[in-house]
C-alpha cells in the first residue's frame, strides 16, 4: 500500500472500481464523510484520523474508533484554528 496521499488516492480509486462502490457506499463502510471522501478524490486534502480510517479500510485491518473527548480554539498570526483531541481505540475494544 502506498505512503503518500497521491498514492493512497489511487489506492482508494482502484478499491472503488475493483469493488464497484460509490462514494455514498464507501463513506458507509470507511466511516468518512461522502464531502470528505469526494473532496479527497478530486486531489484535496484530509484530516490524519481521516486518512489512517482509510489506509485501515484499505488494508483490510479494523477501523480504530475514535471520539472526540474535546475541541480548542487557538488563534495563530490573526487566524482561528479549532483542534480536536480525539481518544482513538481499536475496532475489537
Known amino acids: 500500500m502506498s505512503t503518500s496521499l497521491n498514492g493512497l488516492r489511487n489506492d482508494f480509486r482502484k478499491r ?6 460509490s462514494l455514498r457506499k464507501a463513506q458507509e463502510h470507511v466511516g468518512i464523510s461522502f464531502a470528505t471522501l469526494s473532496r479527497f478524490e478530486r486531489g484535496g486534502e ?3 484520523p481521516n486518512v489512517e480510517r482509510l489506509r485501515s ?8 474508533k475514535v471520539k472526540p473527548v474535546g475541541v480548542r480554539r487557538m488563534k495563530v498570526a490573526g487566524q482561528t ?3 480536536t483531541i480525539e481518544l482513538v481505540q481499536e475496532a475489537n475494544d
Not at 16 to 21: F, K, T, Y
Not at 57 to 64: D, N
Request: glycine share 4%; charged share 25%; net charge positive.
Open 16 to 21: 472503488l472500481e475493483r469493488d464497484r462502490l
Open 46 to 48: 484530509m484530516s490524519s
Open 57 to 64: 479500510w484499505l488494508s483490510g485491518k479494523p477501523i480504530a
Open 81 to 83: 484554528f479549532l483542534i
